[in-house]
């Protein structure tokens, strides 16, 4: 089973952009049964939850992205996706998507997303 992010880039402050996660090999019902999770590590801190939805369809967002980020899945296509609105510099990081599934956690290998004028 893989997870495959895309999106990634250079934007600026105040720009968006919307981060895709591939859940390529994942049976349908693993996936729908999965909790996907978008995480990010900045350069010199710890890996740290940005976003997640359950199986259930409940979402959660870390405190400093609320409002500003949207996670989605579109289960037709096993993808999950980040929309990140009015970014700020403090937003880069590599974003890595996660898939939770009865003890099971698989990571994608990550995208890059650097906000700066």
């Known amino acids: 089973a893989q997870l495959m992010e895309s999106g990634g880039g250079l934007v600026q402050p105040g720009g968006s952009l919307r981060l895709s996660c591939a859940a390529s090999?994942?049976?349908?019902?693993?996936?729908?049964?999965?909790?996907m999770s978008w995480y990010r590590q900045a350069p010199g801190k710890e890996r740290e939850l940005v976003a997640l939805?359950?199986?259930?369809?409940?979402?959660n967002y870390s405190d400093s992205v609320k409002g500003r980020f949207t996670i989605s899945r579109d289960n037709r296509k096993n993808t999950v996706h980040l929309q990140m609105n009015y970014l700020k510099p403090e937003d880069t990081a590599v974003y890595y998507c996660?898939?939770?599934?009865?003890?099971?956690?698989?990571w994608g290998k990550g995208t890059l997303v650097t906000v700066s004028s």
């Open positions: 939805s359950t199986d259930g369809g409940r979402t």
């Open positions: 090999e994942f049976t349908l019902s693993r996936y729908m049964m999965s909790t």
């Open positions: 996660n898939a939770y599934w009865r003890g099971t956690t698989t």
